[in-house]
C-alpha cells in the first residue's frame, strides 16, 4: 500500500525552528518529492521540491529559512524550518510525484505562535 507518513509537526514560537519529516512505504528513488502548505481560507501552495537529482525549488517566501533534503537509501525526506513566523502556520503535507504517480500524505499542523 502506497503510504506517505508525516511527523514532527506541533507548536513553537515565532523564530523558532522544526524539522519535518515524510517517510514512504515505497522507493522514492525515480520520485520528485515536495512539502506543501494550506494556511485556513487560503490555497494549498508549495513550499519546496527536490528532484530525484537533487535539485531544490523554495517558495520566496520561505527561501533562507527552510531547507527540504532527501535521504533515498531510507524513502525519507526532511523539511529543516527556521526563523519562523507565525504566516508559516498551516497544514504540512507531503508529496510524492512520478509520471502519473502523484500521492499525498495525510497532513501534520504547524502552528507558529507570535
Known amino acids: 500500500q502506497v503510504q506517505l507518513v508525516e511527523s514532527g509537526g506541533g507548536l513553537v514560537q515565532a523564530g523558532g525552528s522544526l524539522r519535518l519529516s515524510c517517510a514512504a512505504s515505497?522507493?522514492?528513488?525515480?520520485?520528485?518529492m515536495g512539502w506543501y502548505r494550506q494556511a485556513p481560507g487560503k490555497q494549498r501552495e508549495l513550499v519546496a521540491a527536490?528532484?530525484?537529482?537533487?535539485?531544490?525549488n523554495y517558495a520566496d517566501s520561505v527561501k533562507g529559512r527552510f531547507t527540504i533534503s532527501r535521504d533515498n537509501a531510507k524513502n525519507t525526506i526532511n523539511l529543516q524550518m527556521n526563523s519562523l513566523k507565525p504566516e508559516d502556520t498551516a497544514v504540512y503535507s507531503c508529496?510524492?510525484?512520478?509520471?502519473?504517480?502523484?500521492?499525498w500524505g495525510q497532513g501534520t499542523q504547524i502552528t507558529v505562535s507570535s
Open positions: 508529496n510524492s510525484k512520478w509520471a502519473w504517480r502523484n500521492y
Open positions: 515505497f522507493s522514492i528513488f525515480t520520485y520528485t
Open positions: 527536490i528532484t530525484s537529482g537533487g535539485s531544490t
